[in-house]
């Protein structure tokens, strides 16, 4: 029986494939309409996202062959939703990402981060979480985790290493002393007692050599192997919590991170894309500066109560003794020589690693500066007087093409190679190979069938059905119902990928909240950053399974801190939506763009 339940389970997959469209069947035969063909296309394309029976991406194509079958759309206009602006906007932050990190630029702004906050406990955590959020900001989270998970387990190992060196020389000087203070009882003879006293202020100059404390020195403690196995198991057991602490704190920062910038992470582009689709007459409510606005305030927000939390579990309320006050310790300078080394070890900045900042700064600037929002901004000037030509997938796209036109190297004219013949031809910043090997195209087809699924709701009136379904939820206060829609998706999002999340609950929310005549915003952008919230399992995103693959955590210390960090976010999160995002987007006021119940 055991042997068929096995089988049974390895084979769950196919049974998942062909059961699932089987016992949903009955749906759009028996009630024949376009609301249900469309809710028999959703709910099965979310239960293969759940299970992931078969690759997201493939999941995302469904709409093509679903679709036109069941007369909701014609293939041509289902075909079209896979790129967008939106998709756009991603490739090209995605490309600027492979960028920095095939020119190693992420590494050499972490190791100066991380050298200028030193290695005290408190500080070493302060500057990892704020390294890896920033770098996340801009390439994937995935990127700079893998990338900052070795680089703490350098710095903690080199910090154990160099305190279990200085235990092993303190328990032998100690025991040295003892073996003088018997052998002094046994000395009557006054030479001998002057070699005594000459012995004893060379153990004293050897204490001092060892940074021992004069408390140390005026109170000799009775040294023995148990004490001194005692001592190595209570220093091993704090290591292990330190770098437990560790290790949370570079994934968390890392989901954290993400959610600054719109194109941080998938969620956010696809929350852009879902507003462009449902409502097309926003006028451009989400940009790259609105949605740094907002977010960057409460990014910063969570990471602070995260850093608090994990200070707290895995270090303790000793702040004085976690920051460290006075001058550093031998261990704390030999763990401050490795990131040193690692550092000198990238060398000189480069051309190309030059190129590449160049280029990623003047993106950041005119992305910011494309749409400001108290001013008019220079494509408003230049381009968009009538209607809104140039948007910030253009930017990105203009600034990522240059990759593949500036050289590595800096261009020398009329030099020959070594061996006496022309010069070889330098390669670009980026070659088309690395992009293709680089380049997750699988995101791509999963926003673009998230679209796809937003348009056929519309067309096929489930959006329509749905919105006035939930119509009596307009008795609840609008923050309540923000509160229990980010609890859900935080929820939903530690079993399922953040942007399949994302991908089925944002055109719900945008149907309620036209229906209910609630901002679109009030709850579509909360529910959006909560869907990043995953810090309690594993498997709910990358980062948190790079974090585990260490061997050092268990699922029981990231259930423990993860569980908290939730209920901090999900706080967080409707805090900055009911004060400055209220400012920002007007939120208390049903918008004029929002209101598309009434179609032709």
Sequence with gaps: MAGFFTRLWRCRNYIIIVATPLLLLPLPLVISTSEAKCGFVIILMALYWCTECIPLAVTALLPVILFPMMNIMPSDEVCIQYLKDSNMLFIGGLLVAIAVEHWNLHKRIALQVLLFVGVKPSFLMIGFMGTTAFLSMWISNTASTAMMLPISNAVLQQLNDSETNAEERANELQAGMEGLENQGFEMTDTNESKKVEQNDSRVNMDRENMDVTDTEVSKPRAWSPEKAQQQRNTREQKYMKLNKGMSLCVCYAASIGGTATLTGTTPNVIMKGQIDEQFPNNGGVINFASWFGFAFPNMILMLALAWLW???????????????????????????????????????????????????????????????????????????????????????????????????????????????????????????????????????????????????????????????????????????????????????????????????????????????????????????????????????????????????????????????????????????????????????????????TETP
């Excluded at 000793?318 to 000198?344: R, T």
């Excluded at 260490?550 to 939730?566: C, E, H, P, Q, R």
Aim: glycine share 8%; aromatic share 12%.
């Design 310 to 596: 994990l200070q707290f579990m895995f270090l303790g309320l000793n702040l004085k003794k976690s920051f460290g006050c006075g001058k550093k310790s031998a261990g704390d300078k030999e763990a401050y020589q490795v990131i040193k080394d690692e550092y000198k070890q990238l060398g000189k900045m480069s051309f190309a690693e030059a190129s590449v900042l160049t280029i990623f700064i003047l993106l950041v600037l005119l992305w910011f500066t494309r749409e400001p929002g108290f001013i008019p901004g220079w494509a408003t000037v230049l381009f968009n007087q009538k209607k809104q030509y140039v948007t910030d997938g253009t930017v990105a796209i203009l600034l990522s093409a240059l990759f593949f036109c500036i050289p590595s190297k800096f261009p020398r004219c009329g030099r020959s190679s070594e061996n006496g013949g022309p010069s070889e031809a330098v390669p670009p910043l980026l070659t088309w190979d690395t992009v293709h090997e680089k380049m997750p195209w699988s995101i791509i087809l999963l926003l673009g069938g998230g679209f796809a699924l937003a348009h056929g709701s519309e067309v096929s009136g489930l959006s329509k059905w749905l919105g006035e379904s939930l119509i009596p939820l307009q008795s609840i206060p609008p923050f309540a119902i923000s509160i229990l829609l980010c609890l859900l998706v935080a929820m939903f999002t530690e079993c399922s990928s953040n942007t399949a999340t994302t991908t089925l609950f944002l055109p719900i929310l945008g149907a309620m909240a036209t229906a209910i005549k609630l901002h679109p915003l009030y709850v579509m952008f909360p529910c959006t950053i909560a869907a990043s919230l995953a810090f309690m399992l594993p498997v709910a995103t990358p980062p948190n399974a790079i974090a585990f693959s260490y061997g050092n955590l268990k699922v029981i210390d990231m259930a423990k801190s993860g569980f908290i960090l939730n209920i901090l976010g999900v706080i967080t999160i409707n805090i900055a939506i009911n004060t400055w995002g209220v400012a920002m987007f007007n939120l208390n006021e049903f918008p004029s763009w929002a209101n598309v």
